[in-house]
């Protein structure tokens, strides 16, 4: 059974940074799509960074420039780089993981959740 643990969540003020990182346990083959999301309270979850099976990356257009998604396959874990951090940035995230996919597509909905971490960024 495919386990997701996300950790590295914490309050922060404004233009701070914080990495979060994304751990799987009993990785299946032929899953290498993996991705970030949150949900800000009242908010639906949205996608926020993902890695396709080709290594690309994709970002949303709030944190494009700001986030850096990347992650060790030896470790089988998943990682987000946040800098600038805004108030608007305060979420619970999520990630996503063992999402089946070819080239840059991913089947999201087939994903393993963690149960998410927490980032609050105050002003």
């Known amino acids: 059974q495919v386990q997701v643990v996300e950790s590295g969540g914490s309050s922060v003020q404004a233009g701070g940074s914080l990495r979060l990182s994304c751990e799987v346990f009993g990785k299946k083959e032929n899953r290498p799509c993996m991705g970030w999301f949150r949900q800000a309270p009242g908010k639906e979850r949205e996608p926020i960074a993902a890695?396709?099976?080709?290594?690309?990356?994709t970002y949303a257009t709030s944190v494009q420039g700001r986030f850096a998604i990347s992650k060790d396959d030896t470790k089988n874990t998943l990682y987000l780089q946040m800098n600038s951090l805004t108030p608007e940035d305060t979420a619970m995230y999520y990630c996503?993981?063992?999402?089946?996919?070819?080239?840059?597509?991913?089947?999201?909905?087939?994903?393993?959740w963690g149960q998410g971490t927490q980032v609050t960024v105050s002003s």
């Open positions: 996503a993981a063992e999402v089946p996919g070819l080239g840059s597509m991913c089947n999201w909905d087939a994903a393993a």
């Open positions: 890695i396709h099976s080709d290594r690309s990356t």
